[in-house]
């Protein structure tokens, strides 16, 4: 059949396999013919396609020549067959320029999800030159509704479209350790669990924070130092949290709210002075570090004049953010019932459930009235989570 369509879970073996089985139809079928890589990102071609080619080849003991993003390999029959390496990301255009016009053997296309569909499409198209191209592409599960599923996934099952399926599973891939399933894991909740770790189309519904622990300091804590990061409205709701760290453990340990479409307006530079004498409690304490949003330069100013040097734009990215923060809500984060306002939120903040189906995961802001004490506390656990293991989005 034309199509073999692989999912599954994280490093369950998805692109070794499939790139192996792609190489081999393409060595033996084809001489002299052209094909496509595909990849979401250049880092992703880079990092992991182009070095999988290579041990492909190594293993076979084959000569790879690389030039000018495309790869030369030899085929069964004597001749060469060329690789064109095409970036998603650098939309359907610039992959025109590289495939279009010549017909194409097949294309093997990684994280298929990510990728444009009217790419795949295209793709397609280029490949109907051969009768005997094949499509092989491989990805982790996304919502139910994906396009990927709906139009291809899906189509292959019930017959309308000829090929195969593949589900794979982390035990299908022997180098992969109970721990590094367990390290994997952490942090990943609901929706993201059963995608990444168990292989399912899952949409994301339910609560954005499933798991928060609801506690004071303890009275005999010792403190060793305070956070404050906050999510910042010039006319709307500015929601600050004050988070303590002591004894390996994280506390919110108070909050600060301002709505000035209830409260009256208050410009940018008294926000910054009240913040400020709230979280040092009027000088007494020290804070060693703020994070504030990206975009909100003249709060970030205020509070670096005030504060020193310790104010960090945040992290901003809601995917790889409630994935830092709930990790740490479900072990060393807890929250002082005293903090209503972001208990209020964290209680409702729910998922986009229609969007969610598509794939796309949105929480929905509605859902715990804008949600800006919980952005806050996420900026917080995505700036520390960057800052802890030098990763980010
Ligand atoms: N059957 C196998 N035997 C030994 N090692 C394997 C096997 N399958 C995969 N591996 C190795 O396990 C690692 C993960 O494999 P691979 O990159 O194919 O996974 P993946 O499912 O595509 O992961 P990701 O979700 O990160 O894209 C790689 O280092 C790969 O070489
Ligand atoms: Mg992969």
């Not at 070095?51 to 000569?63: C, I, Q, S």
């Not at 990927?148 to 982390?170: C, P, R």
């Not at 339910?206 to 305070?226: E, F, W």
């Not at 994935?323 to 002082?336: G, P």
């Amino acid at each position: 059949g034309r199509f073999v369509l692989v999912s599954g879970p994280r490093r369950c073996g998805k692109s070794d396999a499939a790139l192996a089985g792609f190489m081999q139809f393409a060595a033996r079928g084809f001489s002299g013919v052209d094909f496509a890589l595909v990849t979401k990102t250049q880092a992703q071609m880079d990092g992991v396609m182009v070095p999988k080619v290579r041990a492909w080849a190594g293993r076979n003991g084959l000569e790879v020549q690389a030039r000018d993003k495309r790869l030369t390999l030899p085929d069964i029959h004597g001749g060469t067959n060329t690789f064109w390496q095409v970036i998603g990301a650098d939309g359907v255009e610039a992959a025109a320029k590289r495939i279009q016009g010549f017909g194409i053997g097949g294309a093997y296309v990684d994280e298929f999800t990510r990728v444009p569909p009217t790419l795949v499409e295209m793709i397609l198209t280029s490949m109907l030159e051969y009768a005997s191209s094949k499509f092989v592409a491989t990805c982790n599960p996304e919502g139910p509704e994906h396009w990927a599923k709906l139009d291809y996934f899906d189509k292959v099952d019930d017959g309308t479209l000829n090929g195969e399926t593949h589900k794979l599973e982390m035990a299908d891939n022997p180098i992969l350790s109970a721990e590094s399933i367990a390290e994997m894991a952490a942090g990943l909740t609901g929706p993201f669990y059963r995608r990444m770790i168990l292989g399912e189309w899952a949409a994301s519904s339910g609560l954005v924070h499933p798991v928060v622990k609801y506690a004071p300091l303890p009275k005999d804590a010792l403190v060793h130092r305070y956070e404050v990061a906050l999510d910042f409205g010039r006319s709307s709701v500015t929601h600050a949290v004050l988070v303590a760290y002591h004894r390996n453990s994280w506390t919110v340990v108070d909050e600060w709210v301002h709505d000035g479409r209830t409260s009256g307006q208050m410009a940018v530079t008294e926000q910054t002075e009240r913040i400020f004498a709230w979280a040092t409690a009027a000088g007494s304490r020290s804070v060693a570090a703020w994070a504030v949003p990206p975009d909100a330069h003249g709060l970030a100013e205020g509070i670096a004049e005030l504060a020193g040097g310790s104010v960090v734009k945040a992290v901003d990215n809601v995917i790889w953010g409630v994935q830092a923060l709930n990790s740490r809500l479900e072990s060393r984060l807890t929250v002082d019932p005293r903090c209503e306002h972001l208990r209020r939120e964290l209680a409702a903040y729910r998922w986009d459930e229609r969007a969610g189906a598509r794939g796309d995961d949105r929480p929905d802001k509605t859902s715990a009235g804008g949600a800006h004490g919980s952005d806050a506390l996420r900026y917080w656990a995505a700036t520390a989570h960057a800052a802890v293991t030098g990763r980010r989005p």
